[in-house]
């Protein structure tokens, strides 16, 4: 198959310097409003991946999510936001990024160009057959990301991908590939962008459509949410007020007692 990297195409337009700061926006809105239809031709590969997901993590399997620069960034962003929101632990979506947690803030000079580092990387984690490995890479073409999931699928760990080009080498290697074609960059080859927002939405719908299959949803609320701050224990505090019927004084005291918004319902019921 003919590989084309699209993300590498030359942006649709041109003389950017020449542009008005609302020229910028509004042609930068423009190209922006493009990727959600993109992700939505994708929802039948997201689906599948989002699947063999739900199956692994109900066995006692974690997700691992595998990338370099922004696509790093935003796999450690997606996983970070699980346990608060879904109560989960930590441990069980967890975010890697070629060179380490030096490169989510600064870049790490060819980290992404290392073959053997994203396997060794997981085996940090005691990687297994129960978890499952999804690559993060706009271009389907960093090697840390690649070779970690060619020595996952030599050991039958499950692998999926996100990437922004079609019949990319990550997809080639990856069991169960999300290929969301957002076409060139404002910005030529500026992959933060469109292929960004792209990964971030997917990322979204991944770990929000497993949580809810694994019941960490109730209705339409974070029922197991951690109460961290004091907007998300007013937040729970409603949620128990118009769930059960009571004052703020009750809900204040039993989200006390009962640590979140499920042992609150669970036990008040009782």
């Known amino acids: 198959m003919t590989f084309i990297k699209i993300t590498e195409q ?6 950017l310097e020449k542009m008005s700061v609302n020229e910028l926006l509004t042609n930068i809105n423009n190209e922006d409003q493009t990727v959600a239809f993109a992700v939505q031709k994708s929802i039948p590969q997201i689906e599948k991946l989002v699947l063999q997901i739900v199956e692994k993590l109900k066995n006692g ?4 999510y595998l990338g370099a620069g922004t696509s790093g960034r935003l796999g450690i962003v997606d996983a970070s936001e699980c346990p ?30 290392s073959t053997t580092q994203g396997w060794e990387d997981l085996q940090k984690f005691s990687i297994s057959k129960e978890d499952v490995v999804i690559g993060l890479a706009a271009s389907g073409t960093t090697p840390y ?25 990550l997809a080639a290697v990856s069991q169960f590939p999300i290929e969301v074609i957002v076409g060139p960059e404002f910005v030529t080859g500026s992959s933060r962008m469109k292929a960004g927002t792209a ?6 719908m991944i770990s929000t459509s497993t949580m809810i299959q694994l019941g960490k949803v109730k209705g339409n609320k974070m029922v197991d949410m951690q109460l961290s701050n004091n907007k998300l224990v007013e937040r729970g505090e409603k949620m128990l007020i118009n769930e059960l019927n009571i004052d703020q004084k009750e809900a204040k005291e039993l989200l006390k007692k009962y640590g979140n918004v499920r042992n609150a319902l669970l036990n008040f019921k009782k």
Do not use: M, W
């Open 61 to 64: 399997g974690r997700i691992f």
């Open 199 to 204: 990964q971030k939405l997917v990322l979204n």
């Open 84 to 113: 608060p929101t879904f109560g989960v632990p930590h441990e069980l979506v967890v975010g890697l990024i070629a060179g380490g947690d030096t490169a989510i803030r600064k870049a790490v000079e060819f980290a992404e160009d």
């Open 145 to 169: 990301v690649i070779s970690a999931l060619e020595k996952c699928n030599q050991n039958n760990i499950t692998t999926g991908c996100i990437t922004c080009n079609k019949n990319s080498p």
């Open 10 to 15: 030359d942006s649709s337009y041109n003389h």
